[in-house]
């Protein structure tokens, strides 16, 4: 499986972002995808998960700010941002929550840069 996610950049305290995460080499629609975040020197954390049959779930820091949503027919799934804080500040990444938890999984392709400056 490859893993492309992109659209991060630099944004002002209460602005959004969109990211997005294309999948190839699987068959995505059966692919129960979720982002993940990590800070400097810290182990990533699920901050949104979207299941093969849309079914949505979030972590509480980001609950009423962030939307996960997937496209079946362009093999993406995205992480709508708004109201971004200064500690949503990380490397952003996609992936597959169930090969995640599978022990010395470590296929996490190329994260994309959130910055929220205050």
């Known amino acids: 499986v490859q893993l492309q996610a992109s659209g991060g950049g630099l944004v002002q305290a209460g602005g959004s972002l969109r990211l997005s995460c294309v999948a190839s080499?699987?068959?995505?629609?059966?692919?129960?995808m979720g982002w993940y975040r990590q800070f400097p020197g810290m182990q990533r954390e699920l901050v949104a998960t979207?299941?093969?049959?849309?079914?949505?779930s979030y972590e509480d820091s980001v609950k009423g700010r962030f939307t996960i949503s997937r496209d079946n027919t362009k093999n993406t799934v995205w992480l709508q941002m708004n109201s971004l804080k200064p500690e949503d500040t990380a490397v952003y990444y996609c992936?597959?929550?169930?090969?995640?938890?599978?022990?010395?999984?470590?296929?996490w392709g190329q994260g994309t840069q959130v910055t929220v400056s205050s």
């Open positions: 080499g699987t068959i995505f629609s059966k692919m129960n």
């Open positions: 979207i299941l093969s049959d849309g079914l949505t």
């Open positions: 992936n597959d929550i169930i090969r995640v938890a599978v022990a010395g999984y470590d296929n």
